[in-house]
């Protein structure tokens, strides 16, 4: 998440339910402090797509699964729908995301897992194998 802020802040894209060009043209103002310039990435889109790996990745149930990546979608369209984002803002939320979640999962989880599976006798947030 302090990657989508740090661009929020940094990029200044205008909502387009809030910029003054005509047919909701996008607008960038640079450095802003002002959350209507904080259209890209979209956070909402970012958090719920991070919820929805880890809560599969947790559960491991198809239906739970599939039941989550509606809401996700659902979500991410509302946010195009209330016209607090561009397609763009949440497919960059999407994609931030998702490589986050990786580097989270490949060099922090995975590891403290050694590898096993989830529920095989591992507490994951310490690494430590339970006796």
């Known amino acids: 998440m302090l990657i989508v802020r740090v661009l ?12 003054s060009l005509p047919d909701f043209g996008s607008e960038w103002a640079g450095f802003s402090w002002d959350a209507a310039h904080h259209s890209f990435p979209s956070g909402h889109t970012a958090d719920i ?32 729908a209330l016209a607090k984002h561009y397609p763009s803002d949440a497919l960059a939320g999407a994609v931030i995301a998702v490589a986050a979640s990786l580097v989270v ?22 690494g430590a194998r339970r006796r």
């Open 8 to 19: 929020k802040m940094t990029l200044g894209r205008a909502r387009p339910d809030a910029t």
């Open 49 to 80: 797509v991070i919820s929805t790996l880890f809560a599969a990745l947790l559960l491991r149930n198809p239906w739970a699964v599939g039941v989550f990546l509606v809401w996700a979608g659902a979500l991410a369209m509302s946010r195009l």
């Open 105 to 126: 999962l490949h060099y922090w989880l995975l590891p403290r897992l050694g590898r096993a599976p989830l529920g095989a006798g591992v507490q994951w947030w310490t």
